[in-house]
Every structure is written in structure tokens, then in C-alpha cells.
């Protein structure tokens, strides 16, 4: 690794850990066509949605959340929800419906390739991709009330893979 990618490295690691001693999580946005690390091209492909995730859940005990195809105001603001019903010391589970108040209704699924999607996380707890920390993906209803997985689901009120076919 050269000598600017580990500085940046070093920099972002600091910057994290700041974040999450002053809030306990933080949460880490991959898209819009853009990635902050040296060299990286990663993320340029309009046809992969972009995604959000915490840093800090399982240091409370609990898997990361993901969250596919929200802008960044709206994924952060799910998933800080999610975050102090964490500090709260409720756990969510996979298949666990929640109803949000004034938002969609959202499902916890288990992400079977977690070390293939939250870089900053695993960096943050200094785990191997094969050892990554466990993630619930938050799937929401789309427009119409319906999840990805019932017939007439419209990916125009958002993109979300299911758990296992996406790789950042």
C-alpha cells in the first residue's frame, strides 16, 4: 500500500473513532458516483444503487444495519432511529416487521455477505472480510405497501437487492 492511501487510511480511522466515541455509531454512505479513497473508482456504475450502513452497532452488541436506495438524509435519519432503539437495548432480529411513525414499514433480513459490503465497518472493529461484523439489511415497502419479495413490487420507489446478490 503506498504512502497516501495509508495516510488517508489513518485519517479516516481517526475521523471514525471520534464519531462514534462522541455519538456511539456512525454511519458510512457508498454512491452518487463518488468514493473517497485514493485511486478509487469504485461506485461509478449508475446501475448500482447506492447504500448506507452503521459503524458502531455491533460494538453495542447488535449487527450493522444497510439500507439500499435512500438519498442520504433519509437513510441516515432511519438509521439513527435504529441506532437509539439499539442504545435503548431493544434488539431487532431477521423477520422482524417494524412500522416506523411517519415512514415505511421495514423488515430486518440477514445479510449472508456482510465482508462483501461494510468495508468501514470490518476496518473500524479490524476484522476479516471471512470474520465481518453480522448485518441486518432494512428492506421498506415500496409505494405501494409491497416488499421486494411480493408480486408487483416497484423498484422505482427503490432499488434494494436482495440479501446476498450484492456486492459493494
Do not use: K
Amino acid at each position: 500500500m503506498d504512502a497516501r492511501t495509508q495516510a488517508w487510511i489513518d485519517q479516516d480511522h481517526a475521523r471514525m473513532v471520534a464519531i462514534i466515541r462522541r455519538h456511539r455509531w456512525m454511519i458510512q454512505y457508498v454512491g452518487g458516483g463518488a468514493c473517497g479513497v485514493p485511486g478509487c473508482d469504485a461506485h461509478e456504475d449508475p446501475d448500482v444503487p447506492p447504500f448506507a450502513y452503521t459503524v458502531g452497532m455491533f460494538g453495542l452488541g447488535h449487527p450493522e444495519f444497510l439500507v439500499f436506495d435512500l438519498p442520504p438524509d433519509l437513510a441516515a435519519r432511519l438509521l439513527n432511529r435504529l441506532g437509539e432503539r439499539v442504545r435503548s437495548s431493544e434488539n431487532m432480529i431477521p423477520g422482524q416487521m417494524l412500522e416506523m411513525d411517519g415512514g415505511p414499514r421495514i423488515v430486518f433480513e440477514e445479510v449472508p455477505n456482510p465482508g462483501e459490503i461494510v468495508f468501514a465497518a470490518n476496518r473500524f472493529y479490524q476484522r476479516p472480510p471471512e470474520l465481518s461484523v453480522p448485518v441486518l439489511q432494512v428492506t421498506y415497502e415500496d409505494c405501494g405497501g409491497r416488499f421486494p419479495w411480493d408480486d408487483g413490487y416497484d423498484s422505482a420507489c427503490g432499488v434494494q437487492p436482495r440479501p446476498g446478490q450484492f456486492r459493494a
